[in-house]
């Protein structure tokens, strides 16, 4: 598989593929296909089994996910392949790049949810930031020509 970000062999953090070298660790990226694989945890269903929380390129998923454990909520994280047809979403909405999902059991969804909500609130349909003064990203903080309509690193679409 080919992914669109490395991680540090040592602390696990992740870094686009313009790093090099783990800013924390000073040791050499690598792909995450290089790096053991992580045991699954016990008991934790796949994820036909769960409820989806959001789907989205990977810093909204990253931003999610994080909540979520800061939160305590067991949660899977993983690309998206469904249709939309089958409650996907067409990743030409995002620029074409991978989409993931993250998932949590039934009983963890209204609170997810919730957590969902106060992270990207700002950035709904009916509230997306308009291009315009700004030169950067509000979700990322990459920078962007005033006159741009979609995040080249998040794919944030601006109304």
Request: with cysteine; charged share 25%; hydrophobic share 35%.
């Amino acid at each position: 598989m080919r992914y669109d970000f490395q991680v540090c062999p040592s602390c696990g953090d992740e870094f686009t593929l313009s790093i090099l070298e783990c800013s924390e660790c000073r040791v050499a990226l690598v792909s995450p296909d290089s790096l053991p694989p992580q045991p699954e945890p016990e008991n934790f269903p796949p994820v036909a089994g769960l409820e989806c929380v959001r789907v989205g390129p990977l810093p909204w998923t990253r931003a999610l996910s994080d909540a979520l454990t800061q939160a305590g909520l067991a949660h899977r994280v993983e690309p998206d392949t469904r249709s939309v047809a089958e409650g996907g979403i067409d990743p030409k909405r995002f620029g074409g790049e991978t989409l993931y999902g993250s998932w949590v059991r039934s009983q963890d969804l209204e609170p997810a949810q919730e957590i969902d909500k106060a992270i990207f609130a700002v950035f709904e349909a009916e509230a997306a930031p308009v291009a315009g003064d700004s030169e950067a990203c509000p979700a990322c903080d990459t920078a962007l020509a005033p006159d741009t309509l979609e995040c080249t690193d998040c794919g944030l679409v601006f109304g």
